[in-house]
T-cell receptor, first 110, second 115 residues
Framework: DAGITQSPRYKITETGRQVTLMCHQT?????MFWYRQDLGHGLRLIYY???????DKGEVPDGYVVSRSKTENFPLTLESATRSQTSVYFC?????????FGQGTRLTVV | AQTVTQSQPEMSVQEAETVTLSCTYD???????LFWYKQPPSRQMILVIR??????QNATENRFSVNFQKAAKSFSLKISDSQLGDTAMYFC????????????FGTGTRLKVLA
């Protein structure tokens, strides 16, 4: 199916563990984004990518790593999870007319 | 840097009534796009309406319309004939179509439509 998919939908992990959230899009959009959603903060940009092998930091990049070896995939890795990274994470792809979002991943760090 | 402000954390409206959600933004750019996204309890982000800054005419999509005041940097969303399905979080967003195409979001307004 065409679209943008995230996996997993839900994840519980322990403090200090490495976690990778996956994102895959089928439209071949050049631009992809990772946001986190927290109450009172809206959606804040973590990292974005303009094309394969081109990534840059957003507003809240600390503690996260991204890669983009293929246009369609944009995984987000928490190198050593902390409780402050408990959040809902959204991947998006898009262009100037619209950003298309995945279903989100609810990550809980205990 | 661009910022987007939504000053109404929560609002409620009676079914069939009209409600207006506020959004202001700050930018030095002349060409940009503004969006309203809806996030129902399913968590899915859904585009409601889009406005191009160089267009004077306010965008309209069925029951949804905007009041775009470029000089005042204001972009409010009006929902007419509110329906129970309009209950959701609404986010205002700004995008500059040069360079990174980053979408900058406000903190959201939680709208509840009452039966």
């Amino acid at each position: 199916d065409a679209g943008i998919t995230q996996s997993p939908r839900y994840k519980i992990t322990e403090t200090g563990r490495q976690v990778t959230l996956m994102c895959h899009q089928t439209w071949s959009h050049s631009y992809m984004f990772w946001y986190r959603q927290d109450l009172g903060h809206g959606l804040r940009l973590i990292y974005y990518s303009a094309a394969a092998d081109i990534t840059d930091k957003g507003e809240v990049p600390d503690g996260y790593v991204v890669s983009r070896s293929k246009t369609e995939n944009f995984p987000l890795t928490l190198e050593s999870a902390t409780r402050s990274q408990t959040s809902v994470y959204f991947c998006a792809s898009g262009m100037y007319t619209e950003a298309f979002f995945g279903q989100g991943t609810r990550l809980t760090v205990v | 840097a661009q910022t987007v402000t939504q000053s109404q954390p929560e609002m409620s409206v009676q079914e069939a009534e009209t409600v207006t959600l506020s959004c202001t933004y700050d930018t030095s750019e002349n060409n940009y796009y503004l969006f309203w996204y809806k996030q129902p309890p399913s968590r899915q982000m859904i585009l409601v309406i889009r406005q191009e800054a160089y267009k004077q005419q306010n965008a309209t999509e069925n029951r949804f319309s905007v009041n775009f005041q470029k000089a005042a940097k204001s972009f409010s969303l009006k929902i007419s004939d509110s329906q129970l399905g309009d209950t959701a979080m609404y986010f205002c967003a700004f995008m500059k179509p040069r360079g990174t195409y980053k979408y900058i979001f406000g903190t959201g307004t939680r709208l509840k439509v009452l039966a």
